[in-house]
């Protein structure tokens, strides 16, 4: 029976479980794993990420780096974009769905009636799985925050990342961004090195505060650890090593300073003296789905004339849309449309004042699946009031025909606002 589950499967029993809300707190998940035995004790050595903007591109670069010099690395994510087994990878290969069912039945059995988070019990089945199968190295992104995130209860990782940090998620960590720069900084340990990327600087006083009291010691950005660009190379000085690299398979400047801060994490980590070679091979072959990626084939297009380009971006805060921003400024080559959709928590206005100006028009879309979206039409007067043409559709079909129509030479279009939005496409397209 295990063997015919499915993805759908999975989520369904997972969906079910109290709170359904989002409710941070240790209290749960503590109580959960100290009735399995203490997994997250048991697990390879940790490298755990928390920010808000770049982490899972860190943690992209810090799994291919490892496995291309022959490391086994387990990683931890969320969310997932096409399949919920993307979320727990065990050894580079995603858990299966009975390995996973299987877990999920030991977790339900030990946790009985007690209330249980969606993500808690996720991230206590990916400690399980973890804690089953050797590996060189365990690798956390947190899902939300950092102090109350399932994933901060491990006591000794070999070192924390800290991405840029920017406000999102405001129901939960705080209005102000120093509030948010507080939690995520928490995921912090005494005598465990923090690799910090640049900051605004009163994250950075924020975060010096947080390490203080925790007695964890900061690599910042510019003051300990700098890269900068030649050509197609890039090089990065982080007191651990001076080296040369090839610039990352990832699209956009700010790839380059996720690659270099996954590099001076893995150094700080010292679970591996990484050569050269190795770091140049993890960054010639990494993959990071919905983000700045170029769509090259698959039902989509059809509805598009030839020369016509499709492009993803999940990014759906303001920091993201100041990187999109900056990769959409040196387009100049085609015209440029979009096909926006929107979770209803976000804020559309702040970041279409980022992004709107690059576009001739942009179709605006529901999440297909989604009681918690924002309405095509209610994004469309957004676009519209702040001078950008845009026309509500039905599906992304029905904006990629309107946009067809609006040009009649080979254009640009990306789809973006919602990991969601992307994570439909992409499964769609193999």
């Not at 004790?41 to 022959?70: D, F, M, Q, R």
């Not at 505060?209 to 030649?230: D, I, M, N, P, R």
């Not at 789905?289 to 698959?298: A, F, N, P």
Request: net charge neutral; charged share 25%; hydrophobic share 40%.
């Amino acid at each position: 029976m295990l063997a015919n589950l499915s993805n759908e499967d999975i989520l369904d029993r997972l969906t079910k479980y109290h709170p359904q809300k989002i409710n941070l707190s240790l209290s749960r998940i503590k109580r959960l794993l100290n009735k399995l035995g203490k997994p997250q004790e048991k697990i390879p050595p940790v490298i755990h990420v928390a920010g808000t903007n770049g982490k899972g591109s860190v943690v992209a670069y810090l799994k291919s780096i490892a496995e291309a010099a022959g490391l086994g690395v387990h990683t931890y994510i969320s969310p997932h974009l096409k399949k919920f087994n993307e979320r727990i990878v065990i050894g580079g290969i995603p858990a299966s769905n009975s390995e996973i069912y299987q877990v999920m039945e030991e977790c339900e059995a030990i946790n009985g009636n007690s209330p249980i988070t969606f993500f808690e019990i996720t991230t206590a089945i990916a400690f399980v799985l973890f804690s089953r199968y050797p590996a060189d190295l365990a690798i956390l992104e947190t899902g939300l925050g950092g102090r109350l995130d399932a994933t901060n209860v491990v006591e000794t990782p070999q070192v924390t990342v800290l991405t840029s940090i920017s406000l999102d998620h405001k129901e939960y960590l705080g209005e102000d961004i120093c509030d948010i720069a507080r939690e995520k900084a928490a995921i912090m340990r005494r005598g465990v090195s923090c690799v910090v990327s640049l900051q605004k600087p009163e994250v950075n006083e924020v975060i010096k505060e947080v390490a203080a009291k925790l007695g964890s010691t900061c690599f910042y950005q510019e003051e300990h650890w700098s890269y900068w660009k030649e050509g197609n190379c890039f090089h990065l000085d982080n007191g651990c090593r001076k080296g040369k690299f090839r610039l990352p398979n990832l699209l956009g400047e700010h790839q380059i300073q996720n690659a270099a801060q996954a590099i001076t994490s893995l150094d700080n980590a010292r679970i591996h003296n990484f050569k050269t070679e190795e770091i140049n091979e993890g960054l010639r072959r990494v993959e990071w789905s919905g983000r700045l990626q170029r769509l090259k084939y698959g039902p989509i297009f059809k509805f598009l004339p030839s020369e016509w380009e499709i492009w993803l971006d999940g990014g759906h805060n303001i920091g993201s849309a100041e990187v999109l921003m900056s990769q959409l400024s040196k387009w100049q080559d085609k015209p440029l449309y979009g096909i926006f959709g929107m979770l209803a928590q976000k804020e559309p206005e702040a970041i279409i004042d980022k992004i709107g100006g690059y576009f001739d028009l942009v179709s605006t879309v529901s999440i297909q699946n989604s009681s918690n979206t924002y309405s095509a039409i209610d994004l469309s007067r957004f676009f519209n009031q702040k001078g950008v043409p845009s026309k509500p559709v039905d599906s992304i079909k029905d904006g990629i025909n309107e946009i067809v129509r609006a040009s009649n030479i080979p254009s640009r279009i990306i789809i973006m606002g919602s990991l969601s939005l992307v994570g439909e496409i992409l499964e769609e397209h193999g």
